[in-house]
């Protein structure tokens, strides 16, 4: 690895400025990543509060683990398919940041970004218990004999997974034409995820994700776990993609050819 590929990297990171982030395409970005994240937020944290209801809290059981995993991988797709034409469908902070260290938004955009994201995920489990009588989505937890560090670690890999495949089938110019492979991929490789990881540590990948239910039940215990965790596993892939694998100038996330 040689120092003008990372100096090279570092020259692509873009600050931007606030007039960027107030300009109509970009807060049209915006509420696409806003109805992205609550479409998949309501989807997967509502398909838990169903499952619990209907098997006596049997979401912590194998079977749970499962319905879990299909619902959180069949809603990523559909949230990443509606957005990638207009934003990119990043619908995760994680990825969002992966991006902007990679040189591919900029920190500007990214953080309107973020704010529509964290809104959306506190929207849709506001909605989920509004419309389940009182029911909300469990806060992310870490589940018995598991420790910070071991969650942390879990985060950062799970999450370098899935920003490394973002990057593979919609970031990288060299994809071609994927048609639906991207929001696929990206769909499966967080289903995957959940099946390792929701058994320890309930398998976030996401901060929006974790903050919703957090806001809404008002419990931040170890909440800490699923900022660093996912931002370093991102922040990780976007620097290693970039680096091994792509050779471009400054450009912003591809919208199109997902």
Same mark, same amino acid.
């Given at each position: ?14 600050? /931007?400025?606030? @007039?960027?982030?107030? =300009? ?9 990543? %806003?109805?992205? $994240?609550?479409? %998949? ?18 979401? $912590?059981?194998?079977?749970?683990? !499962?319905?879990?995993?299909?619902? =959180? ?7 990443? *398919?509606?957005?990638?034409?207009? *934003?990119?469908? =990043?619908v995760n902070p994680a990825v969002t940041f992966g991006a902007?260290?990679?040189?591919? !938004?900029?920190?500007? $955009?990214?953080?309107? &970004? ?25 806060? %992310? ?13 879990? @985060?950062?890999?799970?999450? %370098? ?14 994809? /071609? ?6 929001p696929l991929a990206i769909g499966f490789i967080v289903g ?11 398998? *976030? ?6 903050? /919703?239910?957090?806001?809404? *039940?008002?419990?931040? @215990? ?11 596993? /991102? ?5 290693? &993609? @970039?680096?091994?694998?792509?050779? =471009? ?10």
């Amino acid at each position: 690895m040689s120092v003008s590929r990372i100096n090279n990297i570092g020259s692509r990171i873009a600050i /931007g400025n606030r @007039e960027e982030a107030l =300009h109509p395409s970009a807060l049209k970005a915006a509420l696409a990543e %806003f109805v992205s $994240t609550l479409i %998949f937020v309501f989807a997967g944290q509502g398909s838990g509060i169903a499952f619990s209801k209907l098997t006596g809290d049997g979401v $912590t059981t194998p079977t749970g683990l !499962i319905v879990a995993a299909l619902a =959180h991988a069949f809603a990523l797709f559909a949230a990443v *398919s509606v957005g990638a034409n207009i *934003s990119g469908g =990043h619908v995760n902070p994680a990825v969002t940041f992966g991006a902007f260290v990679g040189g591919n !938004i900029t920190l500007f $955009t990214g953080l309107l &970004y973020w704010l529509a994201q964290l809104l959306g995920s506190t929207a849709a489990c506001f909605l989920l218990k509004l419309s389940t009588g009182g029911l909300s989505a469990g806060p %992310f937890a870490l589940s018995s004999g598991v420790s910070v560090w071991n969650a942390l670690v879990l @985060e950062i890999v799970m999450t %370098f997974g899935l920003v490394y495949t973002v990057y593979a089938t919609a970031v990288d110019p060299k994809k /071609g034409t994927l048609g639906t492979i991207a929001p696929l991929a990206i769909g499966f490789i967080v289903g995957a995820n959940i099946l390792v990881g929701g058994a320890f540590d309930g398998a *976030s990948m996401n901060p929006a994700v974790s903050f /919703g239910p957090a806001l809404v *039940s008002w419990s931040w @215990e170890a909440h800490w776990v699923y900022w660093a965790g996912p931002l370093i596993g /991102g922040g990780l892939a976007g620097v290693v &993609y @970039e680096l091994f694998f792509i050779s =471009h100038s400054h450009e912003q996330l591809p919208t199109t050819e997902y």
